[in-house]
C-alpha cells in the first residue's frame, strides 16, 4: 500500500467515525478473522464501527470474540441498511467484487461512503478509494496485521484481536501448510500467540468440533470420491437429498475437497454440493503447484479465487456439472501432468 494512502488513512483515523466492516457471502475463517480484529483495532480509536455479514455462518466460529455484536444482513436487512446509509467509511474485507456479497451488492455500490479494500484474492474490481490488495498474501488476516502495522498501530494488538488474525491465518493456510505461508506469516503467528493468541484453544475450537451427524456426512462424501486417473483429478459430489439425510449444518462440508486433494498423485480436486434453495451447484476447486484453478474456475464456473483455491458455481443439475467437469479436463491433462 503507498505510504500516501496509509498517511491519508491514518488522517482519516485520527477522529471517530461511523465505519461498518463487511466481509464476503458466506463467510469462513478468514473473513469471520479479519473483520473482527479490525473491528476491536477501530474500537481502540473511539470509533463506531459495525461488522455485518451478508448471510448466516458456520457455528465453529462463532466463539471467536466480538461474534455476539455481528449483525446479518440476511436477518437484519433494515439495521443493516440503515447503518450502511450512514457510514462514513466501509471496509470491504476478504472480497473484491461487490457481487461476492450476495444481496448487499446493490445497497454497497450505491452507497456514498469512503471505501477501503483489503483483500488478497486475485483481479480486484475498482470501487475503494483505498485498495490493499496482494495476492501473495497468506490470507487477509496477515494483511489486516500489516495493516495495522503500517498504520503505526501494533501496541494496540491485544488478546483478542489477536485470536481474531490467528483464526483467519489458520483457516486459510490450511493450518500453515499451503505455498502461501511464509516465514513473515510465522513471524507474525509467533508475535500473535506472545499478545495471548492461545494456538491450542484456537485450534481444538475450529476443528474438533464435529457432530456425528456431520461425521456421518464426511463418509457419505468419501463413499462419492471419484478419481479420474488421466488428469491427475479427484471430485466429489454431495446431492441435497444426501445433505439432507444427514441434517447438513452450515460449515459441515467445510475441507471436504482437501480429502480429493490428499490423494497420491492427484493435483486437482473438486467438490460438487446441490443447492435447490438457490437453484445451483456449489463447487471448490483445490490444487497442487502452479495449476491454476482459478483460471479453471473463471473460464467454466463463473467464480474465481486463488491460484490452489477457488471457487465457482453452475446452473446445470448436479449430473450435468460433474460431466461438464470431466469434459473439460483433457484440455488441462498436459498441465496436469507436469505437475
Known amino acids: 500500500m503507498k505510504k500516501t ?23 469462513d ?41 455481528i449483525l446479518i444482513y440476511d436477518y437484519q436487512t433494515k439495521t443493516c441498511e440503515s447503518l450502511i446509509e450512514s457510514a ?22 450505491n452507497s456514498s461512503a469512503l471505501k477501503i479494500m483489503i483483500d488478497h484474492h486475485q483481479s480486484p474490481d475498482d470501487y475503494a478509494t483505498y485498495q490493499y490488495s496482494d495476492v501473495s498474501m497468506s490470507s487477509t488476516c496477515e494483511m489486516v496485521y500489516h495493516f495495522i502495522d503500517m498504520l503505526g498501530d501494533t501496541a494496540l494488538i491485544d488478546a483478542d484481536t489477536a485470536t481474531c488474525i490467528y483464526v483467519g491465518i489458520m483457516t486459510d493456510t490450511g493450518s ?17 500467540i506472545e499478545k495471548g493468541a492461545d494456538n491450542s484453544h484456537i485450534h481444538n475450537s475450529i476443528y474438533d468440533t464435529n ?33 439432507n439425510r444427514f441434517n447438513y449444518k452450515k460449515g459441515d462440508t467445510e475441507g471436504i475437497v482437501n480429502y480429493g486433494l490428499s490423494l497420491d498423485g492427484v493435483v486437482l480436486a473438486a467438490i460438487f454440493i446441490e ?15 502452479d495449476f491454476s484453478v482459478n483460471e479453471m474456475s473463471r473460464a467454466h464456473f463463473q467464480g474465481g479465487g486463488h491460484t490452489n483455491a477457488a471457487g465457482g458455481k453452475s ?3 448436479l449430473e450435468e456439472t460433474v460431466q461438464k467437469f470431466i469434459s473439460i479436463l483433457p484440455s488441462y491433462n498436459d498441465a496436469l501432468n507436469n505437475e
Open 275 to 289: 443447492d435447490k434453495q438457490e437453484g445451483i451447484i456449489k463447487i471448490s476447486l483445490r490444487s497442487k503447484g
Open 29 to 69: 475463517g478468514d473473513a469471520i478473522g479479519s473483520t473482527l480484529a479490525l473491528y476491536h483495532y477501530l474500537l481502540k480509536g473511539n470509533h463506531k464501527a459495525t461488522v455485518m455479514v451478508p448471510n448466516d455462518y458456520p457455528t465453529f466460529l462463532k466463539w471467536i470474540p466480538g461474534n455476539d455484536s
Open 176 to 192: 500453515f501448510r499451503f505455498q502461501s505461508t511464509t516465514n513473515k506469516t510465522h513471524e507474525i503467528i509467533a508475535k500473535l
Open 88 to 109: 462514513d467509511i466501509i471496509f470491504t474485507l476478504d472480497f473484491n467484487a461487490f457481487h461476492r456479497t450476495g444481496n448487499m451488492e446493490h445497497i454497497l455500490s
Open 5 to 27: 494512502d496509509i498517511s491519508n488513512i491514518k488522517q482519516l483515523l485520527s477522529s471517530p467515525k461511523k465505519i461498518v466492516i463487511v466481509p464476503h457471502k458466506n463467510p
Open 211 to 243: 457432530s456425528y451427524q456431520g461425521l456421518q456426512l464426511l463418509g457419505c462424501a468419501l463413499s462419492n470420491l471419484r478419481v479420474v486417473p488421466e488428469s491427475r483429478a479427484a471430485y466429489i459430489t454431495l446431492s441435497q437429498d444426501e445433505l
Open 315 to 317: 446452473d446445470l443439475t
